[in-house]
């Protein structure tokens, strides 16, 4: 059984680098053929997909965000990182990782982290 777990500060300020970790047991983030996204979903609004880091260490980003966001990983430690700069409010948003079958998010995700919830504010 696959389990994700999503880390990091719950609130960071405006124009700061919010910065996320998500450790993955029960499989390596290396297996084939698996994506390791990350997933948003600001209050009231949809699921936002961020980008994901590929098995190869590839990355792959959504168009809206590519300038902003980079996702790592530490094959070591088995977690892979999202980190987002410049934030503004409009980041606030319940953060989720998640393990897909395809780079764009397009497949669908199979497991899920809890998510956990960032807030941009002074």
């Known amino acids: 059984q696959v389990q994700l777990q999503e880390s990091g500060p719950g609130l960071v300020k405006p124009s700061q680098t919010l910065s996320l970790t998500c450790t993955v047991s029960?499989?390596?983030?290396?297996?084939?053929?698996?994506?390791w996204s990350w997933i948003r979903q600001p209050p009231g609004k949809g699921l936002e997909w961020m980008g994901a880091?590929?098995?190869?260490?590839?990355?792959y980003y959504s168009p809206s965000l590519k300038i902003r966001t980079s996702i790592s990983r530490d094959t070591s430690k088995n977690h892979f990182t999202l980190q987002l700069n410049s934030v503004t409010p409009e980041d606030t948003a319940v953060y989720y990782c998640?393990?897909?079958?395809?780079?764009?998010?397009?497949?669908?995700?199979?497991?899920w982290g809890q998510g956990t919830q960032v807030t941009v504010s002074s």
């Open positions: 880091i590929a098995d190869s260490g590839s990355t």
């Open positions: 029960g499989g390596s983030i290396t297996m084939n053929s698996y994506y």
């Open positions: 998640a393990r897909d079958q395809g780079p764009y998010g397009l497949v669908g995700w199979d497991y």
